[in-house]
């Protein structure tokens, strides 16, 4: 099997909400590694917000809150202390935020991404609508070895060995490797291959090289 992406410029106002989306659930599927515990009972909050939230449930969000706020700082102070633990850091500081909404709650909104995945989120775009991408002729090819990255100035490759995560929006995928960089490909550059069998091609590749799979689509 094979996929091949013809790179073209980001321009496109939509990618600004979507790649906020994609680094948050880079971010929650890190969490979620570090501390299963707390997001099960986060679930379970979400579970009963899907039923719609009368009186009697958003006492019951309230009650999860406080939890939850115990859970994160339960979490963070050990985090913080040195040497410090980013896992635990990150954990308990997304069971406290969760936990304040949680007992303010009157009526279930959607929780705002956090401050650090749009500031990175800007960042990664920034740079590639710098790029000429209609001059560089830049050409991301997937096969059974790896991935390659080809411009007019060269090309790379990459085994999927490397390959750590996963993360699909609307109009896009994000790819994490083992040194955290990130390859931000958009849907509609892809000339050869299903859109539809890249997410669980790459999900068996991670799977096959016996890492656990971080990521999660939406």
Request: some cysteine.
């Given at each position: 099997?094979?996929?091949?992406?013809h790179v073209s410029n980001y321009d496109s106002p939509e990618l600004e909400t979507e790649t906020v989306e994609l680094l948050r659930q880079r971010l929650e599927?890190?969490?979620?590694?570090?501390?299963?515990?707390?997001?099960?009972?986060?679930?379970?909050?979400?579970?009963?917000?899907?039923k719609g939230p009368?009186?009697?449930?958003?006492?019951?969000?309230?009650?999860?809150?406080?939890?939850?706020?115990?859970?994160?700082?339960?979490?963070l102070v050990p985090g913080l202390v040195e040497p410090r633990i980013p896992?635990?850091?990150v954990t308990g500081t997304l069971a406290i935020v969760w936990g304040i909404w949680s007992v303010s709650l009157q009526e279930r909104k959607p929780l705002r991404?956090?401050?650090?995945?749009?500031?990175?989120?800007a960042a990664l775009l920034k740079t590639r609508?710098?790029?000429?991408?209609?001059?560089?002729?830049?050409e991301v090819r997937f096969d059974e070895a790896g991935w390659s990255v080809r411009t007019a100035e060269g090309e790379s490759r990459t085994a999927y060995e490397d390959l750590r995560s996963v993360f699909e929006?609307?109009?896009l995928w994000l790819l994490v490797d083992g040194t955290k960089q990130a390859l931000l490909l958009q849907k509609k550059d892809l000339i050869a291959g299903e859109a539809g069998d890249f997410l669980p091609y790459l999900q068996g590749k991670i799977i096959n090289q016996n890492l656990p799979y971080k990521g999660e689509p939406i």
């Open positions: 099997m094979e996929f091949i992406f599927a890190r969490s979620r590694q570090a501390a299963p515990g707390v997001w099960r009972v986060t679930d379970r909050l979400n579970a009963h917000a899907a009368g009186r009697r449930t958003r006492q019951r969000y309230k009650v999860y809150g406080v939890i939850l706020i115990a859970l994160g700082v339960f979490a896992g635990l850091i991404p956090p401050a650090s995945c749009r500031r990175e989120a609508r710098e790029t000429d991408w209609d001059a560089l002729r830049a929006t609307e109009r």
